[in-house]
């Protein structure tokens, strides 16, 4: 199998990658058992140290890895070293804070002695997307290095550069050879890495189908999973909200690398009094960023990732449009020769229940835009989806915000007057077909470790 590395912008290839074989595949899997044998004996703070060794690779080769990830799925050069920053911070906030999450924790019994401890359990599978080349595989890498485990990297197809640098980056840091490993497979092959009897647990980000599927397979297995799947977050402006810092963050969360996140927002449920009024802010937020070529410093939006998920995404703003949708601004593919990938920002007024911009995933630069009767009707309709990422609500009245995004979104995390975004220091993840389990903060470290009651007598 060969695996090819794709320019979006232009549409020409960049390099080949040939798949590894199965006898490959298994020695890796074999190499990283050994090495773990030993990493789990490594002191905590030599584990900090490597940690924060890491941190410091990632930000002397920032530019390098920034490039990569504008050659391979377009994005624009000061995204991509906003994310290697991003990577860096998360190491070191696990070499800071890793030990206390994982020190023993004292449980008063009747026993002389008894507590509970945070124990490594092996060889953890990542399997990660394009989107986030090097953030979705940093905010998994960083605990569960820290806990004593060692990972393994099934990448998406797209982007094997990506995949094959972190490997790079990682052993240039100092790591233990066979601490973490690239693993150049397809997705059919996903199914007997995860039944090896070394690989202890699974985590992915990725669709909500991907996840079922890993989900049965390990579940078959009784090997645990964390899943980051899908999401449609719904952004609630109520008639109180300044509008104009609304709109901006607004059009921010829609159109974060360009539009193709999981916690971007994708439905802006609005108050049916101001609804004009923010459509117009709105519009005119999405329509001055800046869609080019991924290396100009003025690009705010580079191409999306594939040709065919354009063509996938335009189908879907066809669809709602043929449904009663009305197009605003955008909803077209751009003709320029040379634009392989991109799609301007979009946004969809009078998008209703049952339509496909409110039911499913819109994973590019395109905005839905719902009116509700008021903040009652406008929960409903957030809560109204089979997903649970992320939500905000957008208003002055602090109490009622505080009030709704506690006790009444449903979701795994949900802001005030605030765009959604992943932190080193919170736990992330999501209810419903968003998937379940946590990554980042204290809770992010205790998904892959055997909690382990020690009792003596």
């Known amino acids: 199998m060969i695996f090819h590395s794709i320019n979006p912008a232009t549409g020409r290839q960049v390099k080949r990658y040939t798949a590894h074989s199965t006898a490959q595949t298994g020695k890796r899997i074999t190499r990283a058992q050994q090495c773990w044998l030993q990493w789990r004996e490594t002191a905590l703070a030599d584990r900090a140290q490597l940690l924060v060794k890491l941190a410091l690779v990632l930000e002397q080769r920032k530019e390098e ?22 990577c860096a911070s998360v190491c070191r906030y696990y070499a800071e804070h890793g030990t206390s999450f994982l ?3 004292a449980v008063a019994t009747a026993a002389a002695s008894s507590y509970v401890s945070f124990q490594p359990i092996g060889l953890v599978l990542a399997i990660m997307p394009w ?81 079922r599927k890993v989900a049965e397979k390990a579940g078959s297995l009784l090997k645990k999973t964390v899943l980051e799947l899908g999401g449609s977050d719904p952004y609630l402006v109520l008639a109180d909200a300044d509008l104009g810092e609304a709109a901006a963050a607004c059009a921010s969360s829609r159109l974060i690398n360009n539009g193709q996140s999981c916690i971007a927002a994708k439905r802006f449920i609005v108050a049916a009094s101001v ?30 990732a594939r040709a065919d998920l354009r063509n996938e995404l335009h189908e879907q703003v066809l669809q709602n449009i043929r449904a009663g949708a009305r197009c605003l601004t955008g909803g077209t593919v751009p003709q320029k020769q040379g634009n392989h990938a991109f799609y301007q920002p979009t946004v969809l007024s009078g998008v209703k229940k049952g339509m496909p911009a409110f039911s499913e995933e819109i994973f590019g630069p395109v905005a839905s835009i719902i009116r509700a009767r008021d903040t009652r009707h406008a929960v409903e309709l957030a809560n109204g989806s089979i997903f649970g990422l992320g939500a905000a609500v957008f208003t002055r009245n602090a109490a009622l915000a505080e009030s709704l995004a506690r006790n009444q979104l449903q979701a795994g995390s949900c802001f005030v007057n605030d765009l959604v975004r992943s932190d080193p220091r919170l736990p992330f993840g999501g209810i419903n077909q968003s998937g379940y389990g946590r990554e980042l903060g204290e809770f992010g470290i205790h998904e892959f470790v055997n909690i382990k009651t020690v009792y003596i007598s």
């Open 131 to 211: 989107n986030f080349p090097f953030w979705q595989v940093f905010r998994f890498l960083a605990p569960a290095l820290m806990a004593g485990n060692c990972g393994l990297l099934k990448h998406a197809s797209n982007v094997p550069g990506c995949a094959l640098a972190i490997e790079s980056l990682v052993a240039e840091a100092g790591f233990p050879a066979g601490v973490f490993q690239t693993l150049l497979l397809g997705s059919g092959a996903m199914n007997d890495v995860i039944a090896h009897p070394l690989v202890k647990a699974v985590t992915l980000t990725g669709s909500t189908e991907a996840g």
């Open 275 to 304: 609804e004009k009024d923010f459509t117009a802010l709105f519009c005119a937020e999405m329509s001055r960023r800046t869609t080019g070529d991924p290396f100009d410093p003025e690009t705010d939006l580079g191409p999306m």
């Open 103 to 105: 020190a023993d924790q």
């Open 65 to 86: 890895m920034a490039i990569l990830m504008a050659v391979e799925m377009g994005k624009p050069l000061k995204d991509g070293r906003a994310e290697i920053d991003k």
